[in-house]
């Protein structure tokens, strides 16, 4: 009894494992037949991926490799936008690699503008430590969109 229930323990974290590296390479390489396979499967579209020693999900990778398509393949299968692994989420990655489109798409989908890592560093900080300047100030723009908001929303309540 203790053998069959070690192998079936054994054959599930292979499977999940082999999952996860499908869904990696899939994505990795741009392959959509690939990944729409991989989810059929049952493969959740937000498990944690390991690249390069760095956990992060599937659209962390694509926006992290600039692919505008696979971004958007996985936002249509449930990716979660929001979704923030040791600290960084989709829209830091897209923001670091100066990806402007992948940006917008994902603050159009929810991304959260504010969100910080433990050393302070937002989607801002991250478009102003890779150079690039200009989405850098639409993203400090938008921080203080809401900040805006938020301030006239609390002054409307003390009313």
Do not use: P, Y
Not at 41 to 48: E, F
Not at 52 to 80: C, F, H, W
């Amino acid at each position: 009894m203790m053998k069959k229930l070690f192998f079936a323990i054994c054959l599930i974290l292979s499977t999940v494992a082999f999952s996860q590296n499908n869904l990696l390479e899939a994505v990795q390489t741009g392959n959509f037949a690939g990944v729409k396979k991989v989810l059929s499967s049952g493969v959740d579209v937000n498990q944690i991926l390991e690249v390069n020693g760095q956990r992060m999900t599937s659209l962390s990778l694509a926006s992290m490799q600039g692919d505008v398509e696979m971004v958007n393949l996985l936002l249509q299968k449930g990716a979660i936008v929001t979704l923030v692994v040791d600290q960084k989420d989709a829209l830091m990655f897209a923001a670091q690699k100066g990806n402007r489109e992948i940006v917008d798409i994902l603050l159009n989908k929810g991304a959260n503008v504010m969100n910080e890592t433990r050393d302070g560093m937002t989607a801002w900080g991250f478009a102003q430590k890779g150079g690039h300047k200009e989405l850098a100030d639409m993203l400090l723009s938008e921080m203080n969109r809401i900040t805006s908001e938020a301030k006239a929303r609390a002054h409307a309540r003390k009313k």
